[in-house]
């Protein structure tokens, strides 16, 4: 994929921010879970007949092809991921774990994306080193902003998520890294 779908890709990741702000401000956890279990059934459906009815494949490649890589030819794509992810969240954590969860990776995630592949000079497993550190600088960033968290469980969800996104594996980090964060910081609401 070039760097300028690429950036198209990662727009729509930036975007999805609008469901932890809209649950910071204004939506209940009931509201929260219908919108997003919505969405992501939704997408799964859609994901189905991506895969397996010729028709609706070919449409969806002319229209999102821009924005979908090779490797999710056969796969659920990262958007889908992005929804079960956040509703995931959202039924198991608390409610500013959940929001400072998801917004690193709506705005870490994505940023560091963009960073690593334009400035990217130094590998790390299959990231970058100017990738990861941008990732981990935006996840600290939120964890000291982010009211009602405790700043030391914040900051250590900001280094498990980094790790969690840099290290190789099998499940696609966009599940692996809001869940990683979540549960670490819920470990010192337990512990406080």
């Known amino acids: 994929m070039n760097y300028r779908n690429e950036v198209y890709r990662k727009m729509i990741h930036f975007g999805s921010a609008v469901f932890p702000i809209s649950y910071y ?4 956890r009931e509201q929260m879970l219908w919108l997003l279990g919505g969405l992501s059934a939704l997408f799964l459906f859609g994901e189905l007949l991506r895969m397996n009815v010729g028709p609706f494949k070919r449409f969806f490649k002319l ?8 490797s999710e030819d056969h796969t659920i794509t990262g958007a889908t991921t992005v929804f079960i992810a956040g509703f995931l969240t959202v039924l198991i954590f608390e409610r500013p774990v959940a929001i400072f969860a998801m917004l690193i990776l709506s705005l870490a995630d994505a940023t560091a994306a963009l960073i ?4 990217g000079n130094h590998s790390l497993f299959e990231k970058s080193v100017e990738g990861t550190m941008t990732f981990l600088i935006v ?15 914040a900051v250590a969800a900001a280094g498990i998520a980094t790790i969690a996104e840099v290290l190789p594996s099998p499940i696609d980090d966009n ?12 470990f010192f609401y337990l512990i406080a």
């Open 116 to 119: 690593g592949r334009k400035w």
């Open 25 to 28: 401000y204004s939506l209940s």
């Open 139 to 153: 996840a600290l960033a939120l964890a000291f902003l982010l009211p009602d968290l405790p700043r030391a469980g």
């Open 63 to 70: 229209i999102f092809s821009a924005v979908v890589r090779e």
């Open 175 to 186: 599940l692996i890294v809001p869940l990683s964060a979540a549960t670490t910081i819920s």
